[in-house]
């Protein structure tokens, strides 16, 4: 949901009569929503039954990719990519529910494999999206998109129970409403910060907003009985620093993907490019998705050898040595292609680890609250890493054939930032001391020489 109509925007402007200003907002509006729309459903799971919201979740996508497909306006389509952004809560919601009714030997694969679904989706959305763009309307990827989360719906109603595992209590509204203003706040910040301008009135003062937002809303859950998100649980070291670090892998795993994509399209002339079209880039791109599927059930083994926390150690590092790799503009196809792939094995590795630590380090009354919280971190590392790739890119630029693009330098500056990040993840990861909680029943079978 998420990507799924990047590769459109550049036409979208033509398509439904609009500025590519107003464009933009099809991809903000879902990044606004699933950010504040996760730890809403989380928290409502753990309250109200995690799977009677993840129904919710999937009606919600299902009803807006219906009205994307028949939107008669941009303003509507907008509209219905603010319902999209309910996908994201479907991935910590998924997790919860594994967490509480699978048998424990088939938790950490789980596990994986969903957390390393927000890879996954996002590789091929890209060159599906291109395909159907290039041979019939773009309202199909919409029809499609509510086809397959109608068939969802039906398919979790018939086979997934209800998790037995409740919170009770009632529902923290002025703390979530808090969270919400504060959220939407940040990410339009950093979401339009190139496009407004990092020095403008607007940005800044939303910056500013967020923080005094932020500060008042913690303030305000420190004192509330049952709070929308437990800010003494979140303050744990195991949880705290996990989320920090998934803010860093976050923006390490996008890089590759995104500006990948970039290079594979820019032009021969540039020195660097490789000319390819849209489908063909996401086509050598697809790899990426079929290594993410391979490795999460390997991250799980290893998680249940060694312990979570040395498999976000190994994951992080070898996204780092990725992002590395790319940094150095491989000369052909083949080696953009290897790098890309090894990048994608690190991330499925970290993405995998990293609810199976938060997990380890809550109680099983809080699960989904804190692997939303958890997804929201990662997607303001994707969030963040596209400001930085937006704002290096359209400040090193060099002239091709009278054309502005980014330089070679923009797209070293990226990936050596990525790697950067996820080295700081990994020295994170360990130095993060386990810190286990009463009630929180460990999700992979851990041996003792782990700790």
Request: overall charge positive; charged content about 10%; some cysteine.
């Amino acid at each position: 949901m998420q990507t799924l109509v990047v590769p459109l925007l550049p036409r979208f402007p033509r398509l439904l009569s609009a500025s590519p200003a107003t464009v933009a907002w099809l991809v903000t509006a879902t990044l606004v929503a699933g950010a504040v729309g996760a730890p809403l459903l989380g928290r409502l799971g753990d309250m109200y039954g995690k799977r009677r919201m993840l129904l919710v979740a999937l009606a919600l996508v299902s009803v807006g990719s219906a009205l994307g497909a028949v939107a008669p306006d941009v303003g509507v389509l907008i509209a219905a990519r603010v319902l999209q952004g309910a996908a994201l809560g479907v991935v910590p919601l998924g997790i919860s529910i594994m967490r509480d009714l699978l048998p424990a030997d088939r938790v950490g694969s789980g596990v994986a494999l969903m957390s390393s679904s927000l890879g996954i989706g996002g590789a091929i959305a890209l060159p599906l999206t291109g395909l159907v763009a290039q041979e019939a309307s773009w309202r199909w990827l919409f029809a499609g998109a509510a086809v397959v989360g109608a068939l969802q719906f039906l398919l979790v109603r018939a086979v997934v129970s209800e998790s037995p595992t409740r919170t009770g209590g009632r529902f923290d509204l002025l703390g979530a409403l808090g969270l919400a203003v504060a959220l939407v706040c940040l990410l339009l910040a950093v979401s339009k910060g190139a496009e407004w301008g990092w020095a403008s009135a607007g940005v800044l003062g939303l910056l500013v907003a967020a923080a005094v937002l932020f500060a008042a809303w913690s303030r305000y859950e420190l004192r509330t009985r049952s709070p929308m998100v437990d800010l003494r649980v979140s303050a744990r070291p195991t949880v705290l620093w996990t989320n920090v670090a998934s803010i860093a892998t976050g923006f390490a795993m996008f890089a590759s993907f995104l500006v990948t994509t970039q290079i594979l399209q820019a032009p021969v002339a540039t020195g660097y490019g490789f000319g390819l079209s849209l489908v063909a880039a996401g086509v050598v791109l697809l790899p990426i998705g079929g290594a993410m599927s391979i490795f999460s059930p390997v991250s799980a083994r290893i998680s249940a050898r060694y312990g979570p926390r040395t498999t976000l150690v190994l994951g992080t590092t070898v996204l780092a040595a990725g992002n590395v790799g790319l940094a150095t503009l491989p000369g052909s196809v083949p080696l953009v292609l290897a790098a890309s792939t090894v990048a994608a094995i690190g991330a499925a590795l970290a993405y995998s680890a990293l609810p199976l630590l938060i997990m380890n380090g809550v109680p099983s009354t809080e699960t989904a609250a804190a692997n939303s919280l958890n997804t929201l971190m990662r997607m303001l590392g994707t969030s963040s890493c596209s400001a930085v790739v937006a704002a290096v890119t359209t400040g090193l630029t060099a002239s091709v054939a009278g054309r502005e693009l980014p330089s070679a330098s923009a797209y070293v500056v990226v990936f050596l930032a990525a790697a950067g990040a996820a080295a700081v993840a990994a020295l994170i990861a360990a130095l993060t001391p386990r810190s286990p909680v009463a009630g929180a029943a460990a999700p992979v079978p851990v041996p003792a020489r782990a700790a």
